[in-house]
């Protein structure tokens, strides 16, 4: 059996899980066995139908007295007691913070191996999984055998694209409550603070304009925040831009920032470090304005225009207002 860990906003999967379900059930297919998943939380038993759309076989509720917010070792100890009740032989779970965080002490638990952020999975003769990995924030492509009677793994962000199975399901909703101990909880999540971004996140704009240190100053994002709003779309930031206070932290793409998959991603006056690629990877189309053709931006670009921001993107944004 194969089991997808599924992280939800109130009964809603996230996509990254969804990205992850995916490479579940391709899992599920080869090895001829069946695809489950687990949710914790109230709303977790809400996610059936949803997941019946993905080819989920059985929803696990996890939900315990305890477990009203997230508690990362109380998790790990409850994913690994449910997959050692059903007898799971691979764990899924989403390369975010969060899914590493509660695979890791999943693992303890279980005392399985752990490989994360991989790319591509093939089982081979002996039942060993062939993966390849991201490795030093993706700037190297690991290739390893991963083997043992459970494995726990992670599919990084943007890697498998969410597609539903051929044949929707209809999910069995199964209430599963772990036996947890004072120490499993204490660390826990004590209360939520709203943050104070406005507009589209970035994990979620189809349209990101980015800026580097480029553009020259704070007030200077006017003009990208200006393509943004025509665009339908939000402002980023690559790092050096973010040390310099020009925008804040929320904004910054990169390896220690947001992770962005929309279907372009302009990137204006950013040079184009291995950092600031690891975030934008997920980028269907990328588009980059820079006065350096030797810009490491440039030559991964599927687009690019060679001159100043400040004269391209005014023309851009009069432009798209005369077609409005």
Not at 233 to 239: K, P
């Amino acid at each position: 059996m194969i089991l997808a860990l599924v992280e939800h906003e109130r009964g809603l999967p996230a996509e990254a899980s969804l990205e992850a379900l995916t490479l579940a059930r391709e899992l599920a297919s080869v090895e001829g066995t069946d695809l489950d998943a687990a949710a914790f939380g109230g709303d977790g038993s809400a996610l059936a139908d949803e997941l019946g759309t993905y080819g989920v076989d059985t929803l696990h509720h996890v939900d315990h007295d305890d477990l009203d917010g997230y508690a990362p070792e109380a998790w790990g100890e409850s994913l690994g007691q449910l997959v050692e009740e059903i007898d799971a032989g691979t764990v899924v779970v989403p390369s975010t913070d969060r899914g590493h965080e509660v695979a890791a002490h999943a693992g303890v638990t279980l005392d399985a191996p752990m490989a994360t952020n991989c790319v591509a999975v093939e089982v081979d003769d002996a039942g060993a999984y062939e993966l390849e990995r991201h490795r030093w924030g993706g700037s190297l492509l690991e290739h390893a055998r991963l083997t043992g009677d459970r494995k726990v793994i992670s599919a990084a962000e943007h890697e498998f694209p969410v597609t539903p199975a051929d044949e929707a399901t209809a999910p069995t909703v199964t209430e599963f409550t772990p036996s947890l101990e004072a120490d499993h909880l204490r660390v826990r999540v004590d209360r939520v603070e709203a943050s104070d971004e406005e507009g589209i996140p970035l994990g979620e704009a189809r349209v990101v304009v980015g800026g580097g240190r480029g553009v020259g100053g704070a007030e200077e994002y006017d003009q990208l925040e200006e393509l943004a709003d025509l665009l339908g779309g939000t402002v980023g930031a690559s790092r050096a831009a973010i040390n310099d206070g020009w925008r804040p932290h929320d904004d910054q793409i990169g390896q220690t920032g947001a992770k962005i998959s929309p279907d372009i991603y302009i990137a204006c006056g950013i040079s184009g470090a291995v950092q600031h690629m690891v975030g934008c990877k997920g980028a269907e189309t990328i588009l980059a304005i820079n006065t350096d053709p030797e810009a490491a931006i440039i030559q991964k670009a599927d687009w690019a225009v060679v001159g100043d921001l400040h004269e391209v993107v005014p023309e851009l944004n009069d432009a798209l207002r005369d077609s409005a």
